[in-house]
């Protein structure tokens, strides 16, 4: 996990092409990856989920995040 991110629940940050049916996966911030076809890109790692393009199925693995700032109350 990045210092700069709060837990996201992000355990893996994928999508498949709907065209080429690659599946491509984002293992950190900033590595955006491609497809080989050039029609979908996913970027962000364990810290966001960004996609590119159109007719991505998602592959990804998000666990649901319960305490987000242990110890407070109210958020």
Do not use: Q
Request: proline share 4%; hydrophobic share 25%; glycine share 14%.
């Amino acid at each position: 996990m990045d210092d700069e991110w709060p837990d996201t629940g992000i355990v893996r940050n994928s999508v498949r092409c709907g065209r080429c049916g690659d599946e491509i996966e984002s293992e950190h911030k900033h590595d955006f990856k491609m497809c080989s076809c050039g029609a979908v890109g996913v970027d962000g790692g364990k810290s966001y989920l960004r996609r590119i393009g159109r007719g991505w199925i998602d592959t990804s693995i998000v666990e649901p995040v319960t305490t987000r700032y242990p110890g407070k109350t109210g958020y």
